[in-house]
């Protein structure tokens, strides 16, 4: 497999035609792309000399969310709500530069995160935005828990965290 840089905006608009948890890029391109499930066609030499091969980087610390999960806190916790609120402050925690991505995670006409709770109320009538505990950030809360779990997947992958992580954090939600 190989790993090729993408501009930011590209790379969301790729993680927002998310359909479920653990969908690779692969698979939504294929999907977008309406392309067969595997091509084993080995693309011209002049293509992959265009490609930008590096490895992933993986997200600074992660210590407070290895810690969550392993402490099982969120599968104690009753209200998916309390679940998702615990996973988002956590994930400010590890890394507060890399959670300011979340402000790039939108759906088709709403604001999921922001710092100004009045822009997400701007985003729809019913957002019921709440503060993130111990961030400077805002959320909606007013999405189902699959829409939930797609924001906290779309926000992991893009602090750099590995797909089982992820995977485990989702499933928790």
């Known amino acids: 497999m190989k790993t090729i840089e993408l501009d930011d905006d590209l790379y969301f608009y790729i993680a927002s035609q998310t359909r479920h948890i653990g969908e690779s890029a692969s698979d939504i391109l ?12 080995t693309p011209p030499a002049s293509v992959l000399a265009d490609v930008s091969c590096t490895e992933p980087q993986p997200a600074a610390g992660g210590e407070a969310l290895t810690r969550l999960l392993a402490s099982g806190a969120l599968q104690q ?11 988002l402050s956590t994930l400010y925690r590890d890394d507060p530069a890399g959670f300011t991505q979340a402000t790039e995670i939108k759906g088709r006409k709403r604001v999921y ?3 100004d709770p009045e ?3 701007a ?11 111990e961030t400077p950030f805002w959320v909606i809360t007013n999405t189902n828990t699959s829409r939930k779990q797609n924001m906290v997947a779309q ?9 089982a992580l992820i995977a485990e954090a989702c499933a928790l939600v």
């Open 113 to 115: 995160f922001s710092q």
């Open 119 to 121: 822009a997400l109320r």
């Open 30 to 41: 294929r999907r977008l792309l309406e392309q067969p499930a595997r091509i084993q066609a």
């Open 155 to 163: 926000l992991m992958a893009s602090m750099g965290y590995n797909e």
């Open 123 to 133: 985003s729809g009538s019913t957002t019921k935005p709440k503060p993130v505990p």
């Open 77 to 87: 916790e009753e209200k998916s709500i309390n679940r998702f609120m615990m996973l």
